[in-house]
């Protein structure tokens, strides 16, 4: 979808602020919220593509208004009031008012450390042919679909080359959307930034790409 | 640093702000349904509060410096090589390693939301997840450098690593001069998180 998130090539927004020592926290709900998006994450209630687009359907105007881990309470809302885990009553008043509905897994204080050091890696096998070679031209195409996707507005219909083939990764075109992980080729493409931006931009961006985005160059 | 965040807290007349409601309000509901354990949050934010943070990274910069068989290892395998040293998990399962050259300066955003190595650098400074880093880095990356203090001679290419899947970059900046016979913990020293992004340089 072509939502607030998809932030590449704005201009607008100021200049990057950045300050010097940063903690890692600047608030005390900060650490909370942002600990109980990962700790239902555990749940297994969605996968991290669900977990993108709830946020990329949160309004634009709340999107951008908000900071980081305001973003990231707010979309947990929306999964949690979707998936009936929580009543909006409830969120409103932070009291149980309806049984809670079964989960996969809750994850104990003790299974944390070997929980985050798995990780969830993506990448899968696949016995799909690999679409394109290192060195090859291939264009990004030109789509806007309605759901999850993770080819940027500022690459589509643009032209680049093939830098790094990374094996087949789960497609977060259809793990967003229940179609199941659907593994593609994974690809790093260069593009110059004088095809993305014009003439006068002497730069160039990498973009990793599923092969369901590219087109062999015309 | 248990529950010692909501000594802000007063019965009524409350000081928190209306995030900092919500927030309690859903934890204590979290809780209460039986989804999350009050003990396994204060595990994660102690995690990425003192145990996951950017000296981790600078450990595997420092490395590449002066192990050329370990920044072979990185240029190949990144995944592997970061492994080795016990970096591994969320947000890392698929390192790979940028290394800067007289020619070439990385630097790394995600555009479509805030995709960062946590295993090597903790989690993202506030400026790396804002919408002027996030929509600037790719159309006009020279100026942002300029913000950070980094202004780079016309002829060295600035190329951007757009994080738009489960890849998960790191930067290897550029040895400064002087540093000669210096330890692996002496250059550690002197990495910091922002070469790491490409968003800074090392100076000795």
């Given at each position: 979808m072509n939502g607030p998130h998809d932030m590449g090539g704005f201009t607008g927004f100021g200049p990057v602020l950045h300050e010097a020592?940063?903690?890692?926290?600047?608030?005390?709900w900060e650490p909370r919220a942002f600990a109980l998006v990962l700790a239902m994450g555990m749940?297994?209630?969605?996968?991290i593509d669900e977990a993108r687009h709830a946020r990329e359907r949160l309004p634009a105007l709340q999107y951008w208004r908000s900071s980081y881990y305001e973003m990231r309470h707010y979309a947990l809302v929306l999964q949690l009031i979707e998936l009936g885990l929580v009543s909006a009553m409830e969120d409103e008043q932070g009291r149980m008012a309806v049984p809670p509905k079964p989960v996969k897994r809750v994850a104990r204080a003790e299974m944390i450390p070997a929980i985050l050091a798995s990780g969830g890696p993506a990448d899968r096998p696949s016995?799909?042919?690999?679409g394109f070679a290192i060195g090859e031209r291939v264009r990004a195409r030109t789509m806007n679909p309605r759901g999850h996707t993770r080819l940027p507005r500022y690459a589509r219909g643009k032209t680049g080359e093939v830098v790094a083939v990374h094996g087949t990764h789960v497609f977060p075109d259809s793990n967003a959307h229940g179609g199941g992980e659907d593994p593609h080729w994974l690809y790093t493409v260069r593009f110059t930034g004088a095809e993305l931006w014009g003439k006068d931009s002497r730069d160039a961006v990498c973009i990793d790409l599923w092969e369901p985005y590219l087109e062999k160059a015309p | 640093m248990a529950h010692d965040g909501h000594h802000h807290d007063h019965e009524e007349g409350s000081e928190l702000s209306p995030i900092a409601l919500r927030v309690k309000a859903l934890e204590s509901l979290l809780v209460e349904k039986g989804y999350v354990d009050p003990r396994a949050l204060d595990v994660l934010i102690d995690t990425y509060e003192?145990?996951?943070?950017?000296r981790n990274g600078a450990r595997v910069v420092a490395k590449a410096w002066t192990d050329p068989a370990f920044a072979d290892w990185l240029k190949r395998d990144a995944t592997a090589a970061i492994a080795s040293l016990g970096y591994t998990g969320r947000q890392g399962e698929h390192m790979v390693a940028l290394f800067n050259t007289p020619d070439t300066h990385n630097m790394v955003v995600?555009?479509?939301?805030?995709?960062?190595?946590?295993?090597?650098?903790g989690l993202p400074p506030v400026w790396y997840k804002s919408m002027p880093y996030r929509s600037r880095a790719v159309i006009e990356p020279r100026e942002v450098l300029k913000e950070f203090g980094v202004d780079l001679p016309d002829a060295k290419q600035v190329q951007v690593w757009d994080s738009t899947a489960e890849l998960r970059y790191l930067v290897i900046p550029e040895r400064p001069a002087g540093?000669?016979?210096?330890s692996e913990e002496q250059l550690a020293e002197i990495v910091t998180r922002n070469a790491m992004i490409g968003t800074g340089l090392v100076t000795a």
């Open positions: 020592d940063e903690p890692v926290w600047h608030d005390d749940t297994g209630s969605w996968n016995n799909r042919p690999q | 003192t145990k996951i943070g950017p995600c555009t479509l939301c805030s995709c960062y190595p946590w295993p090597v650098l540093t000669d016979g210096w």
